[in-house]
């Protein structure tokens, strides 16, 4: 564990400061001055100390609780300039799905269900074949510092049941970056980055407004007392520095997500799903992943495939969901093959793009802001991670890790490693991808084709996915408030500039050991929370939110004030249905032009809700570009296992308004104007029940109301 994970982890100390149950009780002034702020941290030393007075005192340990309870009020009545406190417990990882209760169609339970879940339904790969469950799926943020770390779930598992109580002051005013640094703020010394305010309403009437995450050089301004109070945040002691950097004016809780992006995340799945579209698409089209076989299950074929091949052909043997390059090998004999552990074994890419001599790859971050309806995010900046000694091609290389593996987590101990603070720079073993396309662009290389490629190749491996991740949330989520993924995409790229698809993390690392990092994963963060845009949470009567939208400065232009449930709803009236089956009925035919215009016309509550979404995520793009869907992108929709009907509408907003946004804005604000797109179907209390079909291409659950 690095020192901010150490630091992290230190303020594990459970606390309930919610719990009003218990009596107050006269604190001693000893225990007042032991328990002095940071109320979040209790050093073992204290611990001890606060042990003996209780012993001392009798007291027991629930006067103790309440000892502690009281003794904070005291010391935020003390410190008013402290302001109001959130709950912040230590507890997720990425990809983040807030849970604070919005007494809505999201409840605390959906990611466990959904967890459960995925084992049950995941069959298209018999993990008894290779002996894996899926809590082998791997995670690339366990180890600090490096984007190619990864850690297993259970780790993060051992520690969700803790929790800290944490000043929002203390958070905010104790980090701060600085030319691409972050620089710890002394206690007392004042914080004189601009306030800015931290709601953002959206560009449609009647919506509520949303959180908004200002950049580094700015901080949030405060929130009502009562609203700050309520707003949680589940973070992990792993949290990364930029991550709870990016939180510092606001606080959710998070829980861990298992939403099935595993099947792209996993070495052996990610294959898998690759593997069937290229079978059925041609290697053309999908031909972007080294040929991988995966043991024991492809033993055979890879007996044949090496007894074509010469003895000097390399193959790179990987765990199934390892990380960080453990258990990684280059070998060229099969004697080096163990038959004994799962193992994936892939044709080793020998013809690496090389600068300066060394070999090197790619980090790319991608986001998926839903599943259904589609929508991918291409970050613009990453990371270039490079090997720290020079590319050889040798046999006699091959078991020299420092040559053929880039990852950090290896290269770090090579004393030729060479660190790089500088985000501007071509030097040293890690640069920023943006310093590397004008490396490339100076160097003649058609940097624009070759980002082509890449996106394609990130919108097929999404897509391969997408079916079953879409069964997941069809199966598991009542709502679609906050269902998204940060991907991190590690690609190689041959002396042809062609890119190839190393793997896929799931939950890239975030940790930053270098203000190269920070320069990257910063702003990149802060933007994932802007495009995932979260409301503030609906534990407020009418009167209340009207109050804080007044205080805030911003009771004109909204509906509500906080999350409304009946904007992410999943229900569909009848006539919603109806002309969901049309279209798709339509769409069999394979003709785009038989539903792109009907699409479009009479507009139901539901597609307003979907359009009006889509483009209020577009206002908060800064540095991701969206991939999917634009006004080319319906040649990836016949790789998709069902033709889904919400990503016809945006195929078909995107046809009709790309060159023309102004005429589509001005459109739905109408429908806003009207509530319309708050038009959700009651759920009967006579019987009817969401009930999903299951082989409905619809993919939705059908909530018969009889009432429309
Ligand atoms: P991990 O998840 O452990 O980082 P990767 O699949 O990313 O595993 O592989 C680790 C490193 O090995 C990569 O960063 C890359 O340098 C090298 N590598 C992986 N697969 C190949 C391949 N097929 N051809 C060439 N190099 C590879």
Not at 36 to 64: C, Q
Not at 197 to 215: D, G, Q, W
Not at 548 to 563: A, D, N, R, V, Y
Request: charged share 25%; net charge neutral; hydrophobic share 35%.
């Amino acid at each position: 564990m690095d020192e901010e994970s150490a630091e992290v982890a230190k303020q594990t100390e459970p606390v309930d400061a919610q719990d009003a149950s218990v009596d107050p009780v006269k604190v001693p002034e000893q225990i007042i001055n032991d328990l002095k702020p940071p109320l979040d941290f209790v050093p073992p030393k204290l611990k001890r100390k606060r042990k003996i007075v209780k012993r001392k005192l009798g007291v027991s340990s629930k006067t103790e609780k309440t000892l502690v309870r009281t003794t904070r009020k005291i010391q935020m009545k003390r410190k008013p300039a402290l302001g109001p406190v959130d709950q912040i417990r230590l507890d997720a990882k990425y990809p983040l799905i807030p849970d604070f209760d919005v007494g809505s169609p999201l409840s605390i339970d959906t990611p466990d269900s959904c967890a459960a879940s995925l084992v049950s339904t995941d069959s298209d790969f018999p993990d008894s074949v290779i002996g894996l469950s899926d809590d082998d799926s791997s995670y690339d943020d366990a180890e600090q510092g490096n984007e190619d770390s990864q850690s297993s779930i259970s780790g993060y598992t051992s520690m969700s049941s803790v929790s800290v109580t944490q000043s929002r002051d203390n958070l905010s005013s104790s980090l701060s970056e600085e030319n691409g640094q972050i620089r710890q703020i002394k206690p007392g010394e004042e914080d004189t980055r601009p306030r800015r305010a931290v709601v953002r309403v959206s560009r449609f009437s009647n919506l509520p407004p949303f959180i908004y995450f200002p950049p580094a050089e700015e901080r949030g301004a405060d929130l009502p007392q009562d609203l700050a109070k309520n707003m949680k945040w589940k973070l992990s002691t792993i949290t990364p520095l930029v991550v709870r950097e990016a939180l510092k004016s606001t606080g959710f809780r998070l829980i861990k997500s298992k939403s099935g992006t595993f099947q792209i995340g996993r070495k052996d799945r990610l294959w898998r799903n690759i593997r069937k579209l290229e079978v059925k698409f041609g290697v053309n089209e999908f031909g972007f992943l080294p040929q991988t076989y995966v043991l024991p299950y492809d033993l055979k074929s890879l007996r044949k495939a090496w007894k074509k091949t010469s003895s000097d052909v390399p193959w790179i043997i990987k765990p199934p969901a390892s990380a960080r390059g453990q258990g990684i090998k280059v070998i060229h004999r099969w004697d080096q093959l163990s038959s004994a552990r799962p193992l994936v074994v892939q044709e080793y890419k020998n013809n690496p793009y090389l600068i300066s001599g060394t070999k090197f790859d790619i980090r790319m971050y991608v986001l998926i802001t839903s599943f259904d309806p589609l929508k991918i995010y291409l970050y613009e900046d990453g990371l270039v991670r490079f090997a720290s000694m020079k590319y050889s091609s040798e046999m006699t290389s091959l078991g020299d890790n420092f040559i053929h593996l880039t990852n950090y987590s290896i290269n770090k101990h090579c004393d030729q490693y060479i660190h790089n603070e500088d985000a501007g720079a071509c030097k040293g073993s890690k640069w920023t991808l943006k310093s590397l396309w004008n490396y490339l662009r100076n160097e003649g290389a058609d940097v624009d084709e070759l980002l082509m490629r890449i996106r394609d190749l990130v919108i097929k491996t999404v897509v391969s996915g997408e079916g079953v991740v879409n069964r997941l949330c069809n199966e598991n989520l009542k709502s679609t408030y906050q269902c998204y993924e940060l991907l991190g995409f590690d690609i190689l790229l041959d002396t042809e500039l062609r890119p190839w698809l190393l793997e896929v993390n799931i939950s890239p690392s975030l940790h930053s050991s270098s203000s190269l990092d920070v320069t990257v994963k910063g702003p990149l963060i802060r933007e994932v929370f802007n495009l995932a845009r979260f409301h503030f949470p609906s534990k407020f009567n009418e009167e209340k939110q009207k109050e804080m939208s007044k205080i805030l400065g911003i009771e004109q232009e909204i509906g509500s004030f906080c999350m409304d449930g009946r904007l992410y709803s999943r229900v569909l009236s009848m006539g919603e249905k109806e002309k969901i089956e049309d279209i798709l009925l339509s769409a069999e035919s394979g003709l785009r032009q038989e539903w792109l215009g009907s699409i479009l016309e009479d507009l139901k509550p539901c597609d307003i809700r979907q359009l009006v979404h889509y483009e209020d995520e577009q206002t908060q793009l800064v540095n991701f570009r969206k991939i999917f869907p634009t006004p080319e992108s319906h040649r990836y929709l016949k790789y998709m296992e069902y033709p889904r009907y919400f990503n016809l509408l945006l195929d078909a907003w995107e046809n009709k308004y790309s060159t023309n946004r102004r005429q589509g804005l001005k459109l739905l604000d109408s429908f806003c104007c009207k509530g319309i797109h708050l038009e959700v179907p009651q759920i009967m209390s006579n019987g009817a029940t969401a009930t999903l079909e299951p082989h409905s291409t619809t993919s939705l659950p059908i909530i018969v109301d009889n009432s429309c």
